[in-house]
C-alpha cells in the first residue's frame, strides 16, 4: 500500500525543510521537497535526500553491542541497559554524579531527541559543555550588544537595497537564501560578500571583498571610521536608541582606512567604498555566516560589525538588521529538560572539553556518554579527544554507525532516524514547526532517544523522569504554544509560523539590555571580560605566524555533507583516497607544490596527509580543507586545529590555525 507523509528535515541548518515520504509496504521509497512548505517550498538539497540512502545502509548498526577487547559483541537490550545502569549507579557511589559527561548537540534536531538531558538533570545533574563548536562568539557578542537575539524574515531582503553577506556561503550551506537574494537583487539590490574565499550567491555581479582571515572587526571598524567622517551616520537613531555613541566614535579614530588596509589587505579605497555603499544607499541586511567567528577574537569581531548596524539606523527597519541567529523558539516550548532535579554538576568549555576532561580531579571524568553528535571527529585537536576518550574508564555512544566516536566507545546502542519516530523540530534561523510523524516501524533492533533514556530510568527508578508516550510528551511541549492555536494536532496538518516571531527585527526598538538601548558601550561586556566598547584585537594567529607556519588554515563545510554526517556515504571512487588540499595557484608555486602532488598539512597541534587541489576562488596564502571527513577515511582535519576558547561565549577557534605545507616524501 502506498502512502505520502508530510515530514521536515531534522538536520541542524538554516532550513527545517518540508519534506514529502513516500512509503510502500511500510518501506521509504522516495523522499522529496514538500511543495506547500512556506518557506522552503519543495526545494531540497542533497543532504535532504541521504537521509532514504543512510535509512537503508548496510553499514548501519541495528543492535546493541559491547566492546570486548578490540572486538563487538552483539548483545540483547536489557543485558546493554543492565549494563549501563550498573555503571551509572557505580560511578555515583564512588565519585558522585559530575564524573559523567554527556555529550549531546544537533546531529538530529526534535523535542523528543533532547530527552537525554532530562536523565541526566534526574540522575542528579552531569558534566555538560558551555558555549558552542558553531556559533557561540557571535550569539553572545549580539545578547551583550542588543539584550538578545532576533533576525529578519528572509523575504525581508526583497526591501534591502545592499545585503552584506558577511562570512556567508548559502550556495553550500544556505540554498534557500539564493532565490531571495535573486529577488532582492531583480529590484536593484546590491550583493557584497565579505569572505576570504569567493562565495556562491547566484546573483551576477556580486561583490567579492577577500580580507585576511580574522580581521573583519578591523573591517568593520574602518568602514565605521569612514561613515563617521562622511557624516553617513543616522543620528536621530543613535541619539535616541544608542548607549555610547561619543566613546565609540572617539575609537573608531584609531581606525582610518589608510591604517586598516595594513590590517586586512584590502585596498584603503575599496574600504571607503564599501563604507559609502552599506551607510548612503538605502537600508542594508547583514546576513551573518559562522566561520567569520571562528577565532580568538571573535566576540570583539561581531560586537564591530554590529555597530556597523547601529551607527547607521539599519536596526529595526525594513531591508535592514544584523542576521545572526533568534530565539523565538525560547518562550514557545514548555521545558522539558528536568533542570529543576539537578544537583550537582559542572560544565566545560566545548572547544577546549577533551583538555578539561584530562584535567578534571574533582571529580574526575569516569564516563562520557555521546548522543547526536561525532566529538572524536568534531572537537578541535584530536590527538587530544582521543586521549580525552581513551583515558576514561566508561564511554557509551548512541548513533546510526560506528564512526570515529562509537569506535572509542565500550557500549553502542542503535538508535531509530527521523522516519522511524515521530518528533516536532524547529530551526534557530527561521520561524517555522514542523512535526515529523513514523512513517515506519524502527528497523532491526533500533529504539529512540526516547524510548532508550525510559527504560534506562525505569531500570535505576527514576520516577521523576516522567514516563509518557511520545504524544504525550510533545503535547505537554506544545502546551505554551497551544494557547496560540498550535498544538500537536494543528502540527500533523502542516507547519506553523511562530507567532511571537517579528518580521523585522527590533521593530519596535525595545532592546533587553539593561539601559534598554542598543549598546556600543556595554558594562556587561566588562563583566564577561572584553573592553566596554567594540574593538579590534588581532587573532592569536596572527601574532604566532612564522616561516614555520606561513598559512592560514580554513575547515568549512561542504556543500555534500553536514558536519560529519553522510561522508559514510560517499562513494570510494568520488570521496577519492586522501582530501582535498585546496589552494590558489599562486600559493601552491610559492610553497613548491603542485596540483595533484600528496602532501602532508601539518599545524602546532598535528598533521593530516592529502592531495593538493588547485583553485582561484580564495585569497593567495589561504588553505581550504572541508571539515567532517573521518579519521577511520583517511580525514581528520582537526588534527591540526586548535583547542583555544574565543574571548566570549566559549566558542570555537577552528579558524584562529595556520600551518604549512610540503610534498611527502614517499
Known sequence: MKKIYRSACP???????????????????????????????????????????????????LYPMVKEGRDWRRIQWNEALDFWARKLEEIKRQYGTGAVLYHDASGSNGVLRGLGSRFFNVYGGVSVPEGSLCWASGKAAQAVDFGGHQAHEWDDLENSRNIFLWGRDPGRTNIHLLQYLKRAAAKGARVISVNPVRVQTGV????????????????????????????????????????????????????????????????????????????????????????MQRYTNSGRTVRCIDALAAITGNIGVPGGGANYVHQHWKDFFTDLSGAEFARAGRTFPWPALARRVMEADDPPVRSIVVTRSNPVTQLPDT?????????????????????????????????????????????????????????????????????????????????????HSSQEWLERALSRAAGDGIDLERLKEGPARNPAAPRVAWGDRKFSTPSGKYELYSEKA????????????????????????????????????????FWNLIPDETLGSLPAVEMHPQTAAGTGVNAGDRVWVESPQGRLQGIVCTVDDMRPGVVRIYQGRWASQNGGVNFLTPDAVSDLGSGSCYYDCLCRVYRCSH
Open 11 to 61: 538536520l541542524d541548518c538554516y532550513a527545517s525543510c518540508g519534506l514529502l515520504i513516500y512509503t510502500e509496504n511500510g518501506r521509504v521509497t522516495g523522499i522529496k521537497g514538500d511543495p506547500e512548505h512556506p518557506l522552503t517550498r519543495g526545494k531540497v538539497c542533497g543532504k535532504a535526500r541521504k537521509h532514504l540512502e543512510r535509512l537503508y545502509s548496510p553499514e548501519r548498526i
Open 526 to 565: 566588562v563583566e564577561k571580560g572584553l573592553e566596554p566598547l567594540p574593538t579590534y584585537v588581532p587573532p592569536q594567529m596572527l601574532s604566532r605566524k612564522t616561516e614555520n607556519f606561513p598559512l592560514y588554515l580554513l575547515t568549512p563545510h561542504s556543500g555534500r555533507t553536514i558536519h560529519s554526517q
Open 383 to 467: 590527538n587530544k579527544v582521543l586521549q580525552a576518550f581513551r583515558a576514561v574508564d566508561f564511554v557509551v555512544a548512541i548513533d546510526f554507525f560506528i564512526n570515529d566516536t562509537a569506535a572509542e566507545a565500550d557500549l553502542f546502542l542503535p538508535c531509530t532516524t527521523f522516519l522511524e519516530d515521530e518528533d516536532v523540530v524547529v530551526s534557530s534561523w527561521n520561524n517555522y514547526v514542523s512535526y515529523m510523524p513514523r512513517v515506519i516501524e524502527p528497523l532491526g533492533e533500533s529504539k529512540s532517544d526516547m524510548d532508550i533514556f525510559t527504560a534506562l530510568a525505569s531500570r535505576m527508578g527514576f520516577l521523576d523522569f516522567g514516563f
Open 204 to 291: 551576477p555581479g556580486t561583490r567579492h571583498v577577500y580580507p585576511r582571515p580574522g580581521t573583519d572587526g578591523a573591517l568593520a571598524l574602518g568602514m565605521t571610521h569612514e561613515i563617521i567622517a562622511e557624516g553617513l551616520i543616522d543620528k536621530a537613531f543613535v541619539e535616541k536608541y544608542t548607549k555610547g555613541y561619543a566613546e565609540f566614535a572617539a575609537l573608531v579614530k584609531e581606525f582610518p582606512p589608510e591604517k586598516v588596509a595594513g590590517i586586512c589587505d584590502i585596498p584603503a579605497e575599496e574600504i571607503k567604498l564599501l563604507a559609502r555603499t552599506y551607510a548612503g544607499g538605502g537600508p542594508s541586511a547583514i546576513m551573518f555566516g559562522y566561520g
